[in-house]
């Protein structure tokens, strides 16, 4: 017996040890204590967005609740005209003098840095960018916290990362960590913000990130809820499918929602084309736009901030049906407007708005129609709301989740579920991508056609070259009538020239002085970095 025991023991040494070497060798076990320690240090970040918000409209408003339309409505209307023209002139003197991408961050920007590594994130500008966020929503700018919360969530945890030198995986999936604690601490969702790390940022749901994104997605909502309180975000009745005949209905709302989603992002797309050809100097921009808005809020002072009091309201039926679509086009220009004109904001909160006034306004509709049959709209507005937040988003699985969470209707799922899937595939027909992607390409990042493209576009000759010969010092000496590469070249463009000059080596020159040789590439290089970066990427995607 106890030779057996022995044998058994080693048998297992033999098998766990390798797992538990490669486990620490991995450094997982820091990264899971960071990913807790992240999470506290985003829900804290977040909490104190939220008190940013509310300490702006004191200013204006002279109060720090959500309940931003009820009180505007009060307000003489110089003082609800100025707010937003106030708080644009401000944030443009932050543009110009505070932020050197003369922007705020928001998702997109998260993505890209995943893209290329976790890197490329700076601090200081991720700190910046969401102080003027907030001074632009709660100066009234028409749009949404949760983007600018995942960047500043996605900033604090790329921080930790970097200065531990973490390799590119670890960092990725900090970064991951980051946003899923924004994510649950902005909406009391942490399901759903672990899905949004994992669909959204990371790509992929490899198992090796996923207890480190759990880590962080519970500890960031046990912080939230300590504060805000184990609440939803919005308070609805209950609601029920009065009959299984109305599932052509909640397809028909799918087709609907994918056809105001795409309207929708091209109203973004409009506006921005417009801003960046009108020749406005960049201090002025934001107040010209606030201009913009304040005159729409004279009249619908519902689209001002971030809007969940008019979702609340929605989703309760108790809005009229003019008045759910005339808020629809209004929230829809007074966005567009604010995106722009560059005041600080995401297009989460506005496209649950949108989708929420979609459902109810589509709801009242189908009882008139169909009045014996037809559900409540309430329930039509929280489809709605899944359904053009998820087509925007690009986000299906866990924008479900996120709505589920939201208003606690996880009894509404199989209807749900079938309107976000039609209108997320309609959309894709239609416009191709999400708006986050439609950002990034505008940037000249390309994520669609999978990872290979965006190596070769992201990557450059300096990351694979080698260094120079001691002598000679110039190109033309050492490599005279042969094409030259620059450093900062893509491996794209390398590799074209390779294959169009016929040459396997070249010399790389400077990018400020092109005669000087700073290196040579070779194309074995080039291929043998081309295929290790698509064979890493491969491999992350399916690490335990």
């Known amino acids: 017996m106890p030779a057996a025991l022995a044998r058994l023991r080693a048998i297992l040494i033999k098998w766990v040890e390798p797992n538990l070497r490669a ?12 990913a807790l320690l992240a999470g506290l240090a985003v829900a804290a970040a977040a909490i104190l967005f939220r008190l940013m918000i509310g300490w702006t409209q004191l200013f204006w408003l002279g109060d720090t609740s959500e309940r931003v339309h009820s009180i505007a409505r009060e307000l003489p209307w110089p003082l609800l005209f100025l707010g937003p023209v106030g708080g644009g002139l401000l944030v443009g003197l932050a543009l110009r003098y505070l932020l050197a991408a003369r922007r705020c961050s928001g998702v997109a920007d998260v993505i890209e840095a995943r ?35 995942v960047h500043l969530g996605a900033v604090i945890a790329s921080a930790v990362g970097r200065g531990l030198r973490l390799p590119d995986w670890g960092q990725r ?58 609440v939803a975000a919005f308070t609805i009745p209950a609601y029920q499918i009065t009959s299984l005949w109305e599932f052509p209905a909640f397809a028909l709302l ?10 929708f992002q091209a109203s973004l797309m409009i506006a921005d084309f417009v801003a960046r050809n009108v020749p406005i100097p960049l201090v002025l921009r934001p107040a010209v736009g606030g201009v913009a808005v304040g005159a729409i809020a004279l009249i619908f002072p519902q689209v001002l901030g971030v809007g969940y009091e008019a979702t609340d309201q929605a989703l309760r ?3 009229p049906l003019w008045l759910l679509l005339s808020l629809l086009v209004a929230k829809t220009a007074a966005t567009a407007i604010t995106l722009a004109s560059r005041f600080g904001g995401g297009i989460f909160s506005p496209s649950l708005y949108i989708g929420a006034m979609t459902g109810g306004a589509f709801g009242l ?16 507005a929280i489809l709605g709301m899944g359904a053009v937040a998820a087509a925007v988003l690009g986000a299906p699985i866990s924008t479900t989740v996120i709505v589920f969470e939201l208003t606690g209707g996880y009894a509404l799922s199989i209807a749900l579920l079938l309107t976000v899937s039609i209108a997320n595939g309609l959309n894709n027909a239609l416009h191709g991508h999400s708006f986050f992607h439609w950002q990034l390409e505008m940037r000249g990042v390309s994520l669609r056609s999978g990872p290979h493209l965006h190596v070769l576009r992201a990557r450059r000759v300096r990351h694979f070259m080698t260094p120079p010969d001691s002598e000679p010092e110039t190109v033309d000496a050492a490599a005279p009538g042969l094409p030259r590469l620059k450093a900062d070249d893509t491996l794209e463009q390398a590799l074209r020239l390779f ?4 040459h396997d080596r070249l010399p790389v020159a400077g990018d400020g002085d092109p005669a000087r040789l700073v290196g040579w590439a070779s194309q074995v290089d080039a291929l043998r970095y081309f295929n290790r970066a698509l064979v890493e990427a491969s491999q992350e995607e399916h690490q335990s």
Do not use: K
């Not at 994130?121 to 632009?136: E, K, M, N, Q, W």
């Open 23 to 34: 486990w620490f060798g991995s450094r997982q076990p820091l990264i899971w204590v960071l």
């Open 115 to 149: 893209a290329l590594g976790g890197r490329r994130i700076s601090l200081r500008d991720g700190l910046v960018s969401a102080g003027v966020t907030a001074l632009s929503l709660g100066s009234g700018a028409s749009a949404g916290r949760e983007g600018p919360v």
């Open 173 to 230: 999936t900090l970064l991951g960590c980051g946003v899923a604690a924004a994510i649950s601490a902005s909406f009391n969702a942490p399901i759903a913000g672990v899905l949004f790390a994992h669909e959204v940022i990371l790509g992929h749901y490899a198992m090796r990130a996923f207890v480190p994104i759990v880590l962080a997605s519970v500890s960031a909502t046990i912080v939230s809820r300590l504060w805000f309180g184990d």
């Open 254 to 263: 799918g087709v609907v929602c994918a056809l105001v989603s795409v309207i």
């Open 317 to 319: 039926h108790e809005l």
């Open 365 to 380: 509709i189908a009882a008139g129609v169909f009045p014996d049959m037809a559900s409540s709209e309430g329930l039509y």
């Open 499 to 502: 294959d169009t000059s016929g």
